[in-house]
């Protein structure tokens, strides 16, 4: 049986925050999954900066890295698990990790990246508490 995929219909029953920006860095796809993990409904995403999400002291790298994207098309976080410090709505620190992936125009040129996003909070909080844990027995011995 044959199935045509419907991407909207698939991204909106993700247990992963599914983010589209455009050359800008403005949101233009928002799954249901992504508004769990950062609190905007859809229609409080859409054409807003992905700022809304950035926690301030790391928009500039953010920016930096988002522009060089763009501009070579490519990414080494396509494979590779970037986890990095995010916002929730309510101004609450988050962890997310995720990947992402360049969407290209008809000419080829990068037109928007896709984010494919996942709440790692707990997992961070729990590795930094096993972290420190450690340093405080080994200081002991």
């Given amino acids: 049986m044959k199935y045509q995929v419907d991407f909207e219909k698939l991204a909106n029953v993700m247990g992963d925050g599914v983010v589209i920006s455009d050359a800008k860095g403005d949101?233009?796809?928002?799954?249901?999954?992504?508004?769990?993990?950062?609190?905007?409904s859809a229609a409080e995403a859409?054409?807003?900066s992905l700022d809304i999400i950035t926690p301030e002291r790391f928009r500039l790298r953010h920016w930096d890295g988002y522009k060089?994207?763009?501009?070579?098309?490519?990414?080494r976080y396509g494979s590779t698990l970037l986890t990095v410090p995010a916002l929730h709505k309510e101004g609450k620190a988050l962890s997310i990790a995720f990947t992402v992936a360049m969407l290209m125009d008809e000419d080829g040129n990068v037109g928007a990246i896709a984010a494919i996003?996942?709440?790692?909070?707990e997992r961070f909080q729990t590795d930094r508490e096993l972290k420190k844990r450690i340093a405080e027995l080994e200081a002991k011995s």
């Fill in 117 to 121: 996003v996942r709440d790692d909070t």
């Fill in 68 to 75: 060089k994207s763009m501009e070579t098309g490519t990414t």
């Fill in 27 to 40: 949101i233009v796809f928002w799954n249901a999954s992504a508004e769990r993990i950062f609190g905007y």
């Fill in 46 to 48: 859409l054409g807003k």
